[in-house]
């Protein structure tokens, strides 16, 4: 079964210092990858994502991931961290069409990373 | 340009009482349409999808149910709430060929 996993439940830095949260799938092929970003009380906002191409992904506020198909990872970096990033932060993939998956593209959440800033 | 609108915000509700949560999109057509489940200190589960007007498909076994009365409305209802049923509710959408999601601001609904 499809499986996302985020180690980290919860994270705390301290302003200014570097952060990577860390994301691991387990599926049969390479799927799409997102990272969203979730405020208290707030719905999603979507970070990055990865389709195909570059490993390397930028996004939005600085943050950037790396996708490694050789470890199944997806790892969220930022070199300096602000006291705004304080939030929960969510790893998704969902199956590409020509690995099986359908069009219905079902996102399969990982349990996601609290990230407190110290500062 | 596509938006997305869930109402309301929050809502507290009486066990066994009825719920009618709404989610409408705007900018698109035919798309493809979620509800998303966050309990407390858990992830997000997928409770269901829809990828045309009165086509619903549940993920998993549970109190409530879904319809898609329109293209662009998506409705999470219940007919009695249990206790078990709290927690943070966010709709999704999907356009087409595309593999982007949007997700709404969400409910947070509480059972009493």
């Known amino acids: 079964a499809q499986s996302v996993t985020q180690p980290d439940i919860h994270i705390t830095v301290s302003e200014g210092a570097s952060l990577e949260l860390r994301c691991n799938y387990s599926?049969?092929?390479?799927?799409?990858l997102f990272w969203y970003v979730q405020s208290p009380g707030q719905g999603l906002q979507l970070l990055l994502k990865?389709?195909?191409?570059?490993?390397l992904v930028q996004g939005i506020k600085g943050f950037e991931a790396e996708f490694k198909r050789s470890q199944s990872s997806f790892n969220l970096r930022k070199p300096s961290v602000h006291w705004s990033d304080a939030a929960e932060y969510f790893c998704?993939?969902?199956?590409?069409?020509?690995?099986?998956?359908?069009?219905?593209?079902?996102?399969?959440f990982g349990q996601g990373t609290i990230l407190t800033v110290h500062p | 340009s596509q938006t997305i609108h869930q109402w309301p915000a929050t809502l507290v509700q009486p066990v066994g009482s009825p719920l009618s949560l709404e989610c409408t999109v705007e900018?698109?057509?035919?798309?493809?349409l979620y509800w998303y489940r966050q309990a407390a200190g858990r992830g997000l589960q997928l409770l269901f999808y829809?990828?045309?007007?009165?086509?619903i498909s549940s993920e998993v076994p549970q109190n409530l149910s879904a319809s898609r009365p329109q293209d662009r409305q998506f409705i999470l209802s219940s007919k009695k709430l249990l206790l078990s049923d709290s927690g943070f509710y966010l709709c999704?959408?999907?356009?087409?060929?595309?593999?982007?999601?949007?997700f709404g601001s969400g409910t947070r609904l509480t059972v009493v």
């Open positions: 999704a959408w999907k356009g087409r060929g595309g593999q982007g999601y949007t």
């Open positions: 599926y049969g092929a390479t799927p799409y």
């Open positions: 990865y389709f195909s191409g570059d490993t």
């Open positions: 998704a993939v969902v199956m590409t069409p020509n690995a099986g998956g359908t069009s219905y593209g079902k996102l399969t």
């Open positions: 900018g698109t057509s035919n798309p493809n």
């Open positions: 829809s990828v045309g007007i009165g086509q």
